[in-house]
Every structure is written in C-alpha cells, then in structure tokens.
C-alpha cells in the first residue's frame, strides 16, 4: 500500500462506489443518469441535423494525446459530453436527414438498449449469455425463415443444434458479406482426399490443388465497398472482383456477365461466388435475382446476396415481389441498423444450407469446446453484445405488419419526392427509385436543353461544373445542418461521364412530404451563393457559345 | 392503401407514437422505461450468477420460426423479456463470478451508454458522426500514448490527418488481431516494380512475386483462438499459424521458436508476424516481450502484441514492467471491454508508425472519400456505433491512477487467491498468477502425493479421473448458480498430459476475499456429491494399488 494509507482508502472507496448501481432516483449518479436522458431527448427533439461549426473547432476539445493522470468528476464529464459531444454530433434521426441509412428508431429500442448494456451478456459463449444465445439462435431461424420460407417443420433440428447456426450474427453488414464470402470459399475448396481443405492448407496450396490461377468475386459496379475489402482479407486480391457494369436501372448487365464469366475461365480463374444487390447503397436497385441464382446454377458457384439494405422489403406483401429469387440465394446479408430500425451495430448473415458455417468452425479450449452451444464456434468476431435482443424486440413488437406499413411508407415517399424532383424544373431525376433511394442533380432547365444535343467536349465541360456545383451544394448544405442529402458519383446512363450526384434515403417514418419540400428549396437558396453562381455563368458562357455556334451553323 | 382506410390510419398513427421520444417521465413509455430499469437494477443487485434452470427450457421460449404478424404491446414485450430472458441471463458482473473476463463496469458507463446509443452515431463516416469522429481518433492516440509513449510534439500531425489514423476502433480483440496481422500481410507483400501489391493481385501471385511457398505467423500454444481464425481468413491457412510450446510459466520458449523459425526457412516459408501475448487468456501470462522484438528485428518480420487482455497495465506503475519491450511492437490489440471496464463491444489495435494502416486504406464514392476523415477508409469493419465515447469516458472520469488502482487490486487479489488454493489441502494450483489470472484443481491431498511418484500408466489414468472430477465440478458449480468459475486444458509442466483445470479471472473490484472463499467452499460441497464421490474411489482405488505395489516393493 502507498505511505498515505487514509488517502488510498478513500481513493478505493470512490472506486467502489462508481461500481455500484445507484440505489435511489434521487442519488447523484440518478440525478446525472436523468439530466443526460433530459439532455439527448432534447437533442433529438430538435429538428436540427447539426450545429454549424468547423471540424478544426471541434477537434481542438479532442486534441490531448494523454490519459488524464487524476479521476474527473462523473458530473463534469457529463457537462464536458453534452457541450462539445452531444450538440456536436448529426442528428442522424432528424426527420431532415434523408441522405444515409439511419433513420429514427422506435422509442422503446432505448430502455431495452440500456438493458442489454446492463447485462453485458457475451454473446460467444453460453456460459457468459444462457437465455440471449436461444434468443440469438431464434433470431437467426425468424431471419431465415423470412429469406427462405422454409416449413415450421425444417427448423426444430437446427435452431438450437450444438453442431450448427443457421447464420452468423455480426457487428455490420461488412463483416456479415464477409463471413458469407468466407464460407463460400472455405466451401470451394473443401478437404478432398489429401487436401485437407483452404482452412488448414491455405490459398497458395488451395489454388494449386485445384489447378486454378485464382478465385473471382462478381459483383455489379454497384456492389458495396465492403466487397472490395473482403477480397483484399481473402487473399483473393482486389483484381479478382469482378465489377459488372449496369444497365439503364443500376441492375447488373447479364450480357456483361457472362461474358466476364468466359474471360475468367480463359484466364483459369474460378467463379468463387456471383453476388446479387437487393437494394444499391447508391441508388436502391435490385439485381434480377433469379437469373443470377440461375447463372450461379450453372457456374456451380455460391450465390450471394447483399440485401443489407432492401432485405426488409421481404416483409411487405406488395414489394415483396422485387425480390423474387433472393430464396435461392446461399447467403443472404440482412442488416439490423437500417430497415429493421435497431440502432448502429447490428449486422446477419443467413445461410440456405444449415450446415454451411461448419467451413470456418473453429474451436479452443475455454470455451467453443466440441458440442457446446456457444455461438462463437461459427462467428468471425469473438466477444460481441446481445444485439440480437433488439432485432427480437423488433420483429415482435413491431411484427411483420409494421414492417410491412414502414416498408410500404418509404417506398411511397421516395415516389413522392421523385415526382417533386420531376416536376422541378432546375433539377433532374438521375435515378428513379425502385425501392426508397433515388439520385438526382441541380441543372437548370436551359443546360438540360443544352445538354441533350451538346457536342462531347462542352458536354464534359458542363458536367464537370454541374459537378462542382452538386459538390459545393451538397457541402453547404450539410454544414448548415438544416436539412441533409448525400452525393455519390455515378454512370448514368445517357450522361456520357461519370457525374456527381445527391443521393436521398427515404426511410425515416418522421419525413414529411413538407420536409422534402424543404429540402429542394434550401437547395435552390444554396444555388444563390456567389461561389455556385460564378460556376452557374461559366456554364452559362458555354451553353451561350454552343448556341452562338447553332446559330452560325444555321446561317453558314 | 389498403381497404379499411381508418385501421390503416390508426395503424400509422401507432407506428409514429412508437417512434417518438417520451415527452413526459409519466408517459407509458416512460414508465416501462423505468420498470426495465428498476427490473435489472435488482438483476445486478443480486449476487447469483445464474437461476438454475436447463438450457432446453429456456429454449422452448424461444424456438418459434416465424416473425409474428401481428404488433405486440411493449409493456407485454417487457414483460416476456424480464422474465425469460433477464430472469434466465448469466449475471456477468456478479462479484462470485470469477471465471471469464467480464466484471462489473462503472455506473457511470450505463447513461453514457444510453446516450451512444439514442444519438445513434454511424462513426464509418464524419457526415453520420461529426464530433464522434474525432473523439475516437483521440481515444487512439491516448491508447497509442499509453503503449509507445511518444512525446506530446509527435502526435498532432498525425491525430486528426485525413490520411491516416493511428490504429482502428473495431467491435471486439479478434477483429483487432486480424485487422493487425491484415495490415501486416499487406506491408509484407506492398506494391514493388510491376507487382502491384497483394492487395491488389491477391495471395497467390504474392507468394510468387516474393518466390515463397507460404507465409507464417508465429506465437505460443497460449495464444488466442482468433489467430486460428486470422491465419484461415487471410488465406495463410491453420497449417502457417505455427504454435510454439511454452515455458514452465506459459511463456513462449525462445529456443523452441528460434527452431520453428529456421524450419520455416528451410520450408521456404516466410515469417509474417511474431506475436507476443501480454495475458494470455488461459493463464494470464506475459511472453517475453524484449526478446520477442529483437528477434522480429532479426528476421525483419511484423512483431504484433495481443494485450487484449493485459494492456491496462500499463497504468500501474508497480506493475508495468511486466509488459516491458510492448513499446517495440509494430502493432497492439487491446479490449476496452476487458480491463477498461467498458460493456462488451470496444476492441482496439494501434500501429507505432502512423502511416502502418495505409495498406489496407479503401474508398468509395459516397463515402470515405480520398480526403475525408472518415474512419470507415482504414477500419475492417463499415458501419459501427460510438463505442469509444465509453472509452473515453472511462479514460476521464477515473484516470490514470484510477486504473492503476483496478489494476493493483486486481493482482493483489488474484495473489491472495492463489495463496488460499496453496493453502489448502486439497487444491493444486496449476499456474500462478503473474496478473490477475490463475488455474488451479481439485486433487485430494493423498493423491498429489501418490501422483508425484506414480508411473505413467497410473499417472494418466488418474489424472484422466480428476479431469472428469474438474468437470464436472465446474459443470455444477455453473449450472447452481451461485458462484462460477471456468474450465480449460492446459500442459502444465511437470504434469506429464494435459490436464484439465478450472480457471479464475479476479478482475471485478467487487469480489472479496470472503467470497473466493466460498468459490473454494462450494467447490467442496460438491465434491461430496455421489458421482464425483464415484470417481474419487477410483481414484483411491488406483493409488491403493499403487501403495500395495510398493509395499510389495519394500517387502520384497
């Protein structure tokens, strides 16, 4: 013990105190648990996405590389978190904040939060979770059976099965396409007769066993990022994803495909698996999913499906359709945190075949042991929350048919607002919505008329301003914190170059048609900004030129 | 819309309610709120690890396939959950549960908790978190401060440059042991002349680029099972994670490894990583760090430490020479969840050069932008919620020597344990505690004495009955609830085979001596119950005729 034995205990003391669940309401820590509570409803009921302030201010409070040496008051904390923390942050639930895919949850995902953080249950072993691994386990087989519709009948010997998991519970959609591409390719390259499989072996020795000079990934150029990273963590190499380009719908061009398909095989490359979209992050798109599971079929190759995002559509009997042939897919990928409206860390992988994971079971001797129920034995993460709670609460509170209704609302409010877009005449629709996302620009009605018969050149040069516009629009707009879009670059068809555009993501049941209303207008006050009218006269002057040119060509 | 217009409305209607925040505390809302509050507060009040009830009963409750169709009421929802699930959960914080790595956390950490998630930050991305941002790139620079101990001076270029970041916030240890040895894969075979780096071109024509047959990663028989799973993912394949036997006290043996690592280079194969284990999860022990770094500067390697477990004590000034040499390695794991008292879900891993996680950097149009300070460019994982404000918060509120403090006691206390294991007669302890975690048995007095001179034959097939003994004893202690340690097996020097024993973890500054007392009485009681006692008289059966052999000897 330190000489100032006194000084020590009292140190001790305030530590065991900070470890014990306040007693009463009234006790400080209840007091201070109150205001924070007080503090992020108000937050959330402003309908502000966020305070006008410069990144360089922000992080000057976040600037000491140094653990503080003394213990801080909890109350100071809390002072310190609610001014430069909190009113800091993107109200990523505001009803204005229509450019990426979070959204307002339900309320009641709050306290159950809270309760999961309680527990602090961890979800790789039953020792350290008991009732939340049925739970997850039961999760998994709910998810299933929404991509699968298997009988009642099929799941009572896998659900709870030692041996098995119908899928993988994950922190994000990432890791969830990863753990699929994972077992696809463990799968590709099985034990098999002195070959004691990729898992043991290793890809050099997979790739010579088959005689292959690699394995590809197929996937539209629309595919998710994480696809990229997951053939890097693979070792299959970037080069061996395989983007297809899209059609005029942002769908995968099967022409394309099958024509890659043959130059792989000329390059003694194999198909590791062919990855459908159900739901573009950039424009919401579905690829036709049933001829890629048929393509897959002919392969012989794993059949992917990314529907991180559009996987809920499965819940609304009208738009269910869109995804027809996603049941035949071998994975599916199915986030908690977009539309089953769970907050950030929730991502599922499902697999057909419900003994598929056994391609990466791994075991130790602590826990995972061979027969144990523990979820970790068929997990790429180790030690996770019980996340899986909230999707639960979820599926059962809000129940098929409030799905269904959230599904149906977005989807209609993504019509709306492309009407309004249409109907505009400074802005374009540059993707129509198939499901609740839709792309669009600013391009005032003349450059539309200029543009559709512009040469190449003064073409290029137009959109490269309109994209710079886009660019300034979409910055300005998002540090005035009103109201918020994304912007993405994009092939659109008919456009010639890639242009730059600004996305909208319609699922937060908050947004209004005024809301959206609110949105077009901020961006028509935005377009009166010096910097974007001097870009507007220098498409002006081209757009004059080319007309002077007409007209020349029509008197010469 | 559908038929019934005014259903469809009140179905909306609800939908909306359930999507806003409670405005008064007396609100329905508001009340469940408490109730669930209340309801876990008495949860962690109570000091029983676990209700006694069969897994396959708690499964019944949740066996069922099909997503309900129909909403449920929250209040009936929480009411399900308080008494299937929370009743039913493994209460993880319990001062008598001292068998795995989860302890108590600081009051404090719940409302944060909450807060994190009502703000429902995405930290992928600066435009789904703002200040978010750069509060965790500084949570990564104070954990890069407490392992390399650069001066203040080094880290403002570095702590919010857009280009790098000085490690990666991931949701748990395995992912920040892959992310480490994925960067390090990734340096290994970095861009040279025509080859364009494995990134790029993929395993397969990396290994023929460096002209080697395979890539190996080095560590001790200790070493977490998520190197198992790193060396399958990244296509090393199980073959290359070469495992090291260890010292008498679970430390890598240098010599074993020097020999590995010149068989490898008789193989062709190249050594991608030393790892070095600063608490290994079995026993708590630290690998020699110092030589393990000068001999990753020999063979020009990666040199990763995984102080997932043990990091933290690098707070404690009296103890964190133990973890001397850490301050070379290329890169460091370690879990905010385990010895920073934070809820499940923080891993970190940082890189001593700045610019290391450059090779695994990744971009995409709408996001992550060259440029930006998304986080989402250098982290394996996308979408990922606010975690490391619970980090930061714990790095605040009890500081440097409010760790320390933990720490110390943590130790003190697993020392005390050990001591009262040694003390008692029928107890062997089977690995000291170096930190806070120690392995011990259940071995009558009598037999200790037999075994010690017992030929093999004798020696396996009691030691055989005393693992049966151990696990059953760990079995029932578990399933009574009341107390929990866990299990593992373990080559223990001088023991001949493996042996299987029971593992404490004393991390919880709730536990008390009176209550590892208990532990070691419970254990007892259980002894006594019949079919441990079966076992036992075979053992005693085996050690009579091992005493009548000798008398035999003596006699003869």
């Known amino acids: 013990m330190p000489k100032n034995c006194e000084a020590a205990r009292a140190n001790l003391e305030s530590l065991y105190r900070i470890f014990t669940v306040p ?87 709050l306290p159950l939060a809270r309760l999961m953080t309680a ?40 659900i709870h099965n030692s041996q098995h998991a119908l899928g993988a519970f994950c922190s994000g959609g990432t890791i969830a396409n990863v753990t699929a591409l994972w077992v696809a390719r463990n799968r590709l390259f099985a034990p098999s007769g002195t070959f004691r499989g990729i898992a043991q072996e290793g890809l050099g020795r997979a790739l010579a066993h088959r005689g292959v000079d690699g394995i590809a990934v197929l ?25 297809i380009p899209t059609d005029s719908c942002n769908r995968i061009d099967l022409q394309q495909l099958r024509a890659a398909c ?3 095989k000329e390059q003694n490359i194999l198909p590791l698996a062919l990855v459908g979209i159900a739901g573009t992050t950039e424009t919401g798109n579905v690829d036709p999913l049933e001829a890629l599971a048929d393509l897959a079929g002919e392969l012989g190759c794993h059949f992917h499906v990314d529907a991180a ?32 409206y769970v907050p950030m860390g929730a991502g599922m992988v499902v697999f057909k075949d419900p003994t598929a994971v056994s391609a990466i079971e791994h075991h130790a001797n602590y826990i995972l042991r061979h027969g144990s129920k523990d979820l970790g034995s068929h997990t790429l993460e180790g030690s996770r929350p019980g996340m899986a709670l909230l999707v ?47 792309t669009y620009r600013y391009c005032p009605a003349d450059v539309q008329q200029t543009l559709a018969t512009a040469p190449p050149p ?57 809301i959206l209303s609110a949105v077009l207008a901020e961006q028509c006050e935005i377009v009166r900004q010096p910097e974007i009218q001097a870009l507007l006269r220098q498409v002006g002057d081209i757009c004059a030129s080319l007309g002077r040119t007409k007209e020349g060509d029509r008197h010469s």
Request: with cysteine.
């Open 119 to 158: 527990l602090n249950q961890n979800l790789v072993k039953v020792e350290t979770s008991k009732a939340f691994t049925p739970m997850e386990r039961q999760v998994l087989a709910m998810l299933h059976h929404l991509v699968y519709r298997r009988p009642d009948a099929f799941y009572p010997p896998w």
């Open 23 to 109: 007693e009463a309401p009234g006790s400080t820590l209840g007091a201070i648990d109150q205001a924070i509570a007080a503090d992020v409803a108000g937050f959330l009921q402003t309908h502000i996405v966020a305070t006008e302030r410069s990144m360089e201010e922000i992080e000057a409070q976040f600037s000491s590389p140094a653990i503080p040496e003394e213990p801080t008051y909890v109350s100071d904390y809390t002072e310190f978190v609610k001014k430069h923390l909190v009113a800091q942050s993107v109200h990523t639930a505001a009803p204005g904040f229509v450019g990426h895919m979070t959204s307002a949850f339900p309320y009641f995902m």
């Open 309 to 340: 995002w559009g996987g809920p559509t499965l819940f609304s009997d009208r738009h269910r359709h869109l995804l027809s042939g996603i049941e035949r897919a071998d994975s599916v990928t199915i986030d908690g945190h977009k539309q089953l």
């Open 219 to 243: 996937v539209s150029e629309r595919g998710h990022y994480s696809f990229g990273k997951a053939t890097d963590l693979l070792g299959l190499g970037r080069d061996n994803l395989v983007k």
């Open 262 to 264: 043959r130059r792989l």
């Open 458 to 514: 003064e073409r290029t040069a137009i959109n490269t301003l309109l994209d710079q516009i886009c660019q300034l629009m979409q910055k300005n707009q998002r540090e005035a914190g009103k109201t918020f879009v994304s912007r993405t670059r994009l092939h659109v068809a008919g456009y010639g170059e890639d242009i730059t555009v600004l996305r909208s993501v319609l699922a937060n049941p908050l947004t209004t048609d005024e």
């Open 392 to 438: 639960h609460a979820g599926f059962s509170i809000i129940g098929r048919k409030g799905y269904e209704l959230l599904i149906d609302l977005g989807i209609e409010r993504a019509r709306t607002f492309a009407e309004m877009i249409r109907q505009h005449p400074d802005f374009e629709l540059t993707s129509e919505p198939e499901l609740n996302i839709l």
